[in-house]
């Protein structure tokens, strides 16, 4: 149940961020219109369908899939997790030596722990450190309630005695790199296994926290893939009364007397509202749509920050099955005899990801087979200037994957029924997300405290939520985002922040 609706608000967007900032302002009364350039909602958390196979383009793990997160009650919120089968895998990562041995990356920390002494018993020192410092994080669980601008001197206080046991190891291994890490390790397939299965620029603790996720069997794989996961948030929209257009382009946000009253798009339309919320692109929203005219040298130094590099995923339906081949949520990291060139760049390993995992993506006896590189903007966004080059570097990276994919699963090349390119362009033209960064910033030691900040300086009624507000973004980040923009609009609107999950028919309050 919500309250009688009397204010409103526009959210630019129908992401993970747009559409949870819409259900959480509908618990709390708002009138609500989200507007989507797209057909459909989900953003960069999708899935599309080639020939009968459907390809995921997003959900690895999802953090907060197990009630034992205290992200999971937030996902029940949006309506996300219910009468979901979620897979937990056993492997995060799987790595191949050009000698033949594998080298595993189990989610338990004692298997972990025991195996990788056993194959690099050079590393002892580093391994057990690194495994004893996740077991100490076990109980560590991030502080979501509120966002930090609306913290008083209780939640101060609160928040720092939840946090005291664990203040030594985040200061210690926050101000490390993974790739610090990797420099002490002398075992050359576990320094490239530890530098591949995340960023070298990320924050160790970042990978410890990942351990724990892993660990606590926190971080599912939802049945169905992404889009069917996007759309029971935006099932749970509608049931909750709100209102979304596709095919609406955001060109402007309308600003009067520096207070946002609503937005302008493509087709000249202008609607309006008492708020608005952007979802969509941080850079886009803050120098396009308002033309860089709310903005402090704070924010300008957020855009100058180290970049998710954008991705290149080629697809592949193949006619046969992987059974050798575990669910693995970073994918099978296989060594190649000759070099792939993707994009001007030269690649000695694929990761491969075979879906054999989820049924519902693949007819019996078939599978879908994922391999992502991380790519260069500049190069393909010059080179889709010319149609035909870029078209013919799309096969030529298929052509060349699937000749690679032959080596390491022999007849594979026969079985090839669809093949699927997506390149940087592809993930800005659909999604708008700046230089085709699919997660936003990257969490390095030297930004891991940085706030984005939800508001815009000397702009009123306006509000930011997605992966574009917190470092690291992903999944949880844009739900957790959208909450807390709709607490600040609620803030200061005078009226507390509710929220309900479907099954309840009473509001409460957090
Ligand atoms: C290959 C891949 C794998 C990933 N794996 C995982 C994973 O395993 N776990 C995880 O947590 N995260 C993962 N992510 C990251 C995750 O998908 C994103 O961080 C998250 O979906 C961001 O959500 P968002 O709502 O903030 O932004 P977006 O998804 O970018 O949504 C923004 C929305 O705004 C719309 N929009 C933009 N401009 C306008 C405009 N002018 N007018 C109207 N609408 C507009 C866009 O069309 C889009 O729908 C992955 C991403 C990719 C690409």
């Keep these: 149940m919500t309250t009688d609706a009397t204010r409103s608000v526009i959210i630019i967007g129908a992401g993970i961020a747009g559409l949870s900032a819409g259900c959480y302002a509908r618990m709390n009364g708002y009138r609500t219109h989200i507007f989507e ?89 580093p391994i057990r450190e690194f495994v004893s410092a996740a077991r100490r994080l076990l109980g560590f669980h991030q502080p979501l309630g509120k966002p930090p601008e609306l913290y008083g001197p209780t939640d101060g206080l609160r928040m720092l005695r939840q946090m005291a046991p664990y203040m030594g190891l985040m200061r210690r291994w926050s101000a490390l790199s993974i790739a610090d890490f990797a420099a002490r390790l002398k075992n050359d397939a576990l320094r490239d296994l530890v530098l591949r299965a995340w960023y070298p620029e990320f924050s160790l603790f970042f990978l410890l926290v990942t351990l724990v996720w892993l660990h606590r069997r926190e971080a599912g794989y939802p049945v169905g893939g992404s889009l069917a996961f996007a759309r029971s948030i935006e099932q749970r929209y509608r049931d909750l009364g709100g209102e979304i257009t596709y095919r609406a382009r955001v060109r402007r946000i309308l600003v009067r007397d520096d207070r946002a009253v609503g937005v302008e798009l493509e087709d000249g339309s202008q609607h309006f509202a008492d708020a608005v ?118 096969e030529r990276v298929a052509e060349q994957v699937v000749a690679a994919l032959e080596e390491r699963f022999p007849g594979l090349s026969a079985q090839v029924e669809m093949w699927d390119v997506a390149t940087p362009v592809t993930y800005e033209r659909y999604t708008g997300n700046w230089r085709a960064s699919f997660e936003g910033w990257l969490l390095t030691p030297q ?64």
Excluded at 360 to 376: E, N, Q, R
Excluded at 472 to 494: E, K, S, Y
């Design 37 to 125: 350039m797209h057909t459909q909602p989900g953003g960069l958390c999708t899935s599309w369908s080639r020939k009968g196979y459907t390809i995921d383009g997003c959900i690895h793990w999802l953090v907060g899939s197990s009630p034992s997160s205290p992200f999971y009650p937030l996902w029940e919120e949006v309506g996300a997790v219910q009468g979901k089968e979620f897979l937990y895998a056993d492997e995060y990562a799987r790595y191949e030596t050009e000698d033949g041995r594998t080298l595993r990356f189990p989610t338990h920390l004692d298997a972990l722990e025991e195996h990788w002494l056993e194959f690099a018993p050079e590393d002892a020192g």
């Design 277 to 394: 919320i952007s979802a969509a692109d941080g850079y886009t929203t803050i120098f396009g749509m308002l033309e860089g005219l709310y903005l402090n040298d704070r924010i300008r130094r957020l855009y100058e920050m180290p970049l998710f590099p954008p991705l290149v995923q080629v697809s592949l339906g193949v006619r046969r099955t992987f059974e050798d081949v575990p669910h693995l949520i970073a994918g099978l990291d296989i060594p190649l005899k000759s070099p792939v060139r993707v994009g001007g760049r030269e690649e000695r390993r694929l990761t491969v990801h075979p879906y054999s995992f989820d049924p519902t993506l693949a007819p019996p006896g078939k599978t879908v087979v994922v391999v992502l590189f991380s790519a260069d903007y500049d190069y393909w966004r010059r080179l889709h200037e010319t149609p035909e080059q870029y078209r013919a570097e799309k």
């Design 447 to 510: 930004n891991v405290r940085v706030q984005v900040p939800r508001t815009l300086p000397g702009l009123r009624n306006f509000y930011m939520a997605g992966h574009w507000t917190m470092p690291g973004g992903g999944l949880p980040t844009a739900l957790l985002t959208a909450r807390w923009a709709v607490q600040v609009m609620c803030h200061h609107d005078g009226q507390e922040f509710r929220t309900q999950r479907p099954t309840e028919h009473a509001i409460r309050s957090t």
